[in-house]
């Protein structure tokens, strides 16, 4: 107990880490207020930049980046009707209304306080459950981890695209583009084209940058003409009436982010839409309806959507197993800086574990500082011009990508997977599940191996002793379904039943 | 996740040159180890490949029900591959050329400058504070305090810096 206390004050007793939490929170909440930048994106970029830094100097950036971005998406939803970022989708629809008559400030201030209490949130269930989950992923069988893996990457490919078969191909293509290189096992060549180069593999933070950074550059190319429209505001304080008010309904939906969150596939725009739905269905006489400045809808999203970052890291460092892609980006950054997350890191180094649950808290509470303070300097820089802001994550791109190996062989992968993404982008692919591939990838194929293996490399014998474990045959129904729900039968057998 | 009735120009050739990537990969999947055995080498990308190749397959037929649109080449260069976008993919092209041999700071330095006055539609004077003052600013984040390699090419960087530290350090003492 008094170890893991200690773990867990690292990052508040030094200094130097304590100043990287609150600068990444800071810059986080830049970069998910400022459309066209994302926090996916930002850590991408940072990966390489801070690989060679110690880990948790490294860690310490990149949570308060990611917890300040969550949140951070908020600030131009509610003045600019611009969400920063996909969680910040539902907080656009009463914060905007809110924002025009005048509430700005009242609106910044009560999502800054509800956020941090869905943070706290998230933060709790993390450090309550990931014992659990891990001690019950111990007893995981290799064809679990796998069939766990290819889910995620299925309903992250089923929800964010337009269309499931178009997820799967991206979820393949990057578990392809991991095998690139030489085998681990066998040390037998993949792709490499008698290319010596390619031995290592391609980095999977080039294609992060590329996928991220390069092609969300060039889409908004498209949006050039969107100018940002300026918004008084002088004061963001609160007012605690309403946050004591509102407290019951934004530790409910701080449940129910912190769950969503925690589920592979979903991530905290989807806890943020869906808490809107449910703070609109239990409200039963809201002071201002729905859509027009309720201020249930407006908390109900920004605690789930905090809650979630929580719920998140649950199968992230439990299982190893990243539930969208900015958890995929985070995943990757975990592995290059030499941690294992899975069943075993707590078990091994369980002094990690409770450094990222301080850390997180930490974070949280920047979160409160620099979300009730620097108003007129938040309002200066969001107001960054486009024209300014697309060279810039351009030239870190290309920066970021020479920095991993010093090597130009490195920007060339970026920009292909850059162009490559943008095309995908604009044709309905996702890019989220390529991310997802290449992280997962060596986890797929190393427990495919060991799965077929136990199983005496006999597919029948495999199939067979699925159905023997409970968990295993619950996976395997999950992936089944998902699969049929894609097929003509099943469309077939929905216009049946009401009939029936 | 409902697809649109329209196409949007070029799609079925994106989604045929994704079949044929598809083809190709399974093709070089096949290359490493056959259908020698379930635990091969190649099995997981054999298998990875096959994927793609159905998947695929399911959204080329999936495009050929739906509508084409109008316009079809005039609109591809409007809504998918616009002027801008072309000219700044070349731009990124030709800067990752030079960065190695022309060095961090001036290739970034023009890079910037024809990209910010490119996209920002400010005199040139603007867009020439504004580069000088980013580039800077990156300068000093990325080379001094993260202190990342950048490439130095044409500019003996080493030299300057250890000459102004020098200088510094002779009338510290």
């Known amino acids: 107990m008094m170890e893991a206390l200690s773990n867990f004050a690292i990052s508040w007793v030094s200094p130097e880490l304590m100043g990287l939490t609150a600068l990444g929170t800071f810059l986080g909440i830049y970069v998910g207020a400022i459309p066209g930048l994302s926090v996916t994106m930002a850590v991408s970029i940072l990966i390489s930049f801070t690989f060679s830094w110690d880990v948790n100097h490294a860690l310490c950036l990149m949570v308060g980046i990611y917890m300040g971005g969550v949140y951070g998406g908020s600030r131009t939803a509610i003045l600019l009707n611009m969400p920063g970022a996909p969680s910040a989708i539902a907080t656009a629809l009463d914060g905007y209304p809110m924002a025009q008559k005048g509430e700005a400030g009242q609106a910044i201030g009560l999502s800054t306080v509800m956020s941090v209490i869905g943070g706290f949130v998230g933060i709790i269930v993390l450090s309550i459950a990931a014992p659990f989950v891990s001690d019950f992923a111990l007893t995981f069988q290799p064809r679990d981890y796998m069939m766990m893996a290819i889910l995620g990457i299925m309903l992250v490919g089923s929800l964010a695209g337009d269309s499931l078969a178009k997820g799967i191909f991206c979820g393949a293509l990057g578990m392809l583009i991991g095998t690139v290189g030489l085998d681990p096992l066998t040390a037998e060549e993949r792709f490499t084209f008698g290319v010596v180069e390619l031995w290592n593999g391609i980095n999977p933070v080039a294609v992060m940058i590329g996928m991220f950074g390069i092609s969300e550059a060039l889409t908004q190319l498209h949006h050039m003409e969107k100018a940002a429209v300026r918004q008084k505001l002088d004061k ?158 351009f030239l870190l791109s290309v920066v970021g990508s020479y920095a991993i190996n010093n090597s130009v062989t490195d920007i060339w992968w970026m920009l292909a997977f850059g162009v490559l993404g943008y095309f995908m982008k604009l044709y309905g692919f996702q890019v989220g599940p390529v991310i997802l591939g290449v992280i997962l990838s060596r986890l797929l194929d190393e427990n495919w191996r060991r799965a077929i293996i136990s199983d005496q490399e006999s597919l029948g014998m495999f199939f067979g002793n699925l159905f023997h474990s409970p968990l295993s045959t619950f996976l395997f129904a999950a992936i089944a379904l998902i699969l049929v729900s894609q097929t003509p039968l099943w469309g077939m057998w929905k216009k049946k039943k009401p009939s029936a | 996740m409902v697809e649109s009735t329209q196409k949007q120009p070029g799609e079925t050739v994106f989604g045929y040159l ?115 003052g980013s580039l800077i600013l990156i300068y000093v984040i990325f080379r001094l305090v993260f202190q990342i390699i950048l490439p130095e090419g044409i500019v003996p960087e080493r030299e300057i810096l250890a000459w102004l530290g020098n200088l510094f350090g002779s009338k510290g003492n």
Not at chain 1, 275 to 281: I, L, S, T, V, W
Not at chain 1, 346 to 375: D, H, K, R, S, Y
């Open chain 1, 236 to 393: 963001i304080l609160p007012a605690w009436r309403d946050v004591y008010k509102y407290l019951p309904l934004s530790l409910q939906t701080s449940t129910l982010g912190v769950i969503v969150g925690a589920l592979p596939g979903t991530g905290g725009d989807i806890a943020a839409l869906m808490a809107y739905d449910y703070a609109k269905r239990t409200t039963k006489n809201p002071e201002v309806p729905f859509g027009q400045g309720a201020k249930e809808g407006l908390i109900a999203p920004e605690a789930a959507n905090n809650a979630a970052v929580g719920g998140a890291y649950i199968p992230m460092l439990t299982l190893g197993i990243p539930g969208d892609a900015v958890t995929a980006v985070f995943l990757g950054a975990l592995f290059i800086h030499g941690l294992n997350p899975g069943p075993m890191l707590l078990a091994e180094q369980p002094e990690m574990f409770w450094f990222t649950v301080g850390n997180l808290t930490l974070a949280n509470i920047f979160v409160l500082i620099f979300g009730l303070t620097g108003i007129r300097l938040f309002t200066k820089i969001v107001e960054c011009p486009k024209g300014v802001l697309i060279p810039l994550i």
């Open chain 2, 18 to 132: 994704m079949l044929l990537l598809s083809t190709f990969l399974f093709w070089q999947a096949y290359q490493i180890s056959g259908f020698e055995a379930l635990s091969s080498p190649g099995a997981f990308p054999l298998a990875a490949a096959g994927i793609m190749v159905i998947s695929s397959c399911i959204v080329v037929v999936k495009n050929a029900r739906r509508e084409s649109p109008a316009h079809l080449v005039q609109g591809f260069f409007t809504r998918i591959l616009p002027p801008l976008v072309a000219i700044m993919i070349a731009l990124i092209l030709v800067y990752a050329v030079v960065l190695d041999s022309l060095g961090f700071i001036p290739s970034t330095f023009v890079f910037l400058l024809l990209a910010i006055h490119l996209l920002h539609h400010r005199s040139i004077i603007s867009s020439l504070v504004i580069t000088t």
